[in-house]
């Protein structure tokens, strides 16, 4: 019964660790949901901090564009939709992270059913560097109705 109840314990332990989430999937995650509330606020400050110094999207309408040109749209006084964003794989490659998923952005009439919301899909790449994670890259589309 010893040996049945150590068995369990072992086997418990190794499935959590083989299962769970890292602390950099952890934190990828939580900075997933930060940045997109500092979007929201139109915290530029904030934001110049957790992009990286070469950030660059290619927006969902076919522009690329740097924290430059975010920044001075903000500034100029736009707001950006919300966006409910899904992740559903968090790829690690050394010090880089490949976040993809889906997102749901909030349509110009700024209705609040989501199920009037744009679906779209993104990209998200974070580096880590010695100031921690930043977001180098992302590319998000428009998903065609089929």
């Known amino acids: 019964m ?5 068995l369990l314990i072992s ?5 959590s660790i083989a299962y769970g989430q890292s602390n950099d999937e952890k934190k990828n995650r ?15 400050t904030a934001l110049l901090k957790i992009w990286s110094e070469n950030y660059v ?23 950006f939709p919300s966006v409910k964003r899904i ?6 490659i050394q010090d880089i ?6 997102e749901l952005q909030q349509p110009e009439n700024m209705t609040t059913n989501t ?7 993104f990209t998200n790449v974070w580096i880590k ?14 998903v065609s109705a089929e």
């Open 87 to 92: 992740i559903e794989n968090i790829t690690f």
């Open 2 to 6: 010893k040996t049945f109840g150590f």
């Open 129 to 142: 560097t010695e100031n921690g994670w930043q977001l180098a890259a992302r590319q998000s589309s428009k």
């Open 115 to 121: 199920e009037e919301w744009i679906p779209r899909r």
């Open 30 to 44: 939580q900075l997933e949901k930060h940045w997109t509330e500092l979007l929201d606020k139109g915290d530029t």
């Open 57 to 79: 999207v290619n927006n969902p309408n076919g522009r690329i564009v740097t924290p430059k040109d975010i920044v001075a749209l903000m500034r100029s006084g736009h707001k």
């Open 97 to 102: 992270a490949v976040v993809m998923g889906k």
């Open 11 to 15: 086997f418990t332990f190794v499935i």
